[in-house]
């Protein structure tokens, strides 16, 4: 198979599908002002060709803020794609779709991906979506879009979930997840007054929520939110630790980017030696993928800020572009199987 990316960063989306012939699958990364057109004009130009599309920057080895870029599989592949509607309050209505479309596709945990975008409450999206995909061991690597809008085969859908299921006849796929944190201390918590529809974390081990963050960091409020960037929660989740990113500050409590409920178990993260971690991540990509034809990413819109701030991105896109064809896009929260995760870097390759 081949993966193409196009780009532009005046938004002429003409300019960014120039040299793209014969797509077997497409993926659009517009802006909030221009998605709906682009949507529109990208399907008449490609007709029937399964695409899903969001709100959000894309990148290969240059990232494009508020233009576009389309991302598209060719010569060897076998796609389909479709949207779970109504997410926010009944994905499960719509999994026969996903439950025919698996089926259509006909592939397997070697050589099948499912790639979404999803308009928000993503954790339950995802357990819906597990639902079906783990019959078959078919991974999945997704994000949110911006603006609580995604496409699918050239429509516009809000609170949705865009996918796309994608067989790869030349290969193996198999998807990645980085975490460039690690455990700070020994502190545990145990999360109480939550407000699981809001994501709020209210108090850890009895004390607000706030104050313990202040005063193991000794930052001031405005501190917070910058602060989250080196020092996010965590929570464990088997051998694994999600990440729980801040939001903002809500009186005495905690605003977060991923859900919290009371008796969770949360530990404080730092952050690493995220070069090193980048540096092992392509590495041990290599060492198991000798022959790649794609690489598809999703980094999280805090990442894409902490390595801005540090004069980090460009060298680290043009690192990731080592690896033959790579390509993505910046999400508010990045999904890696069955897990919504924050401030990490999910991937597929492609063989």
């Known amino acids: 198979m081949r993966q193409f990316f196009g780009m532009s960063q005046r938004g002429d989306l003409a300019e960014a599908v120039r040299s793209l012939s014969n797509p077997q699958f497409i993926m659009l990364l517009s802006n909030n002002t221009q998605f709906e057109a682009h949507v529109k004009a990208l399907e008449s130009l490609y007709p029937k060709v399964p695409s899903i599309g969001c709100i959000g920057m894309s990148y290969d080895t240059r990232i494009v803020e508020t233009g576009v870029g389309v991302i598209a599989f060719s010569d060897g592949v076998n796609a389909t794609a479709n949207v779970l509607e109504q997410v926010s309050t009944m994905p499960v209505k719509y999994i026969e779709r996903l439950e025919k479309d698996v089926q259509k596709v006909g592939g397997s945990s070697r050589d099948t991906v499912c790639i979404d975008f999803c308009s928000g409450n993503d954790a339950c999206v995802l357990t819906t979506v597990n639902s079906v995909l783990k019959r078959s061991g078919i991974q999945l690597v997704g994000g949110t879009g911006d603006a609580g809008k995604v496409s699918a085969n050239g429509r516009i859908y809000e609170d949705a979930a865009a996918y796309a ?187």
């Open 165 to 351: 299921l994608i067989r790869n006849q030349g290969g193996r796929v198999k998807t990645y997840k980085e975490n460039i944190y690690h455990q700070l201390g020994n502190y545990r918590f145990i999360a109480s007054n939550t407000d699981r529809a809001n994501y709020i974390l209210g108090s850890l081990n009895g004390t607000p929520a706030k104050q313990v963050y202040k005063d193991i960091l000794h930052v001031t409020d405005q501190q917070i939110l910058t602060q989250t960037f080196k020092n996010p929660f965590g929570k464990i989740n088997g051998d694994d630790t999600c990440i729980i990113s801040i939001k903002e500050v809500n009186g005495n409590s905690l605003a977060c980017f991923r859900q919290v409920n009371d008796s969770d178990v949360l530990i404080l993260l730092e952050l690493g030696d995220y070069r090193a971690i980048v540096q092992d991540t392509i590495r041990n990509i290599c060492r198991e993928f000798p022959k790649r034809s794609a690489v598809f990413s999703v980094n999280c819109l805090f990442r894409y800020k902490l390595f801005s701030e540090h004069n980090y991105m460009q060298a680290y896109l043009k690192e990731m572009g080592a690896l033959g064809m790579h390509a993505g896009f910046v999400g508010y929260g990045e999904h890696y199987n069955n897990r919504f995760v924050n401030q990490s870097m999910t991937c597929v390759v492609f063989e």
